[in-house]
């Protein structure tokens, strides 16, 4: 259960990751991702 969580919550963050700016897009895709996991 917590690795199938864990693993969620990683994808949803790797696409943060390496952008140089984020959006206002970005941080509402990252947070709706992260709660579907949850």
Do not use: N, Q
Request: proline content about 0%; glycine content about 10%; aromatic content about 2%.
């Amino acid at each position: 259960m917590f690795e199938s969580l864990s693993d969620r919550l990683t994808g949803a963050l790797s696409g943060l990751r390496g952008k140089g700016r984020l959006t206002e897009a970005d941080i509402d895709a990252t947070a709706r991702e992260i709660r579907l996991a949850l």
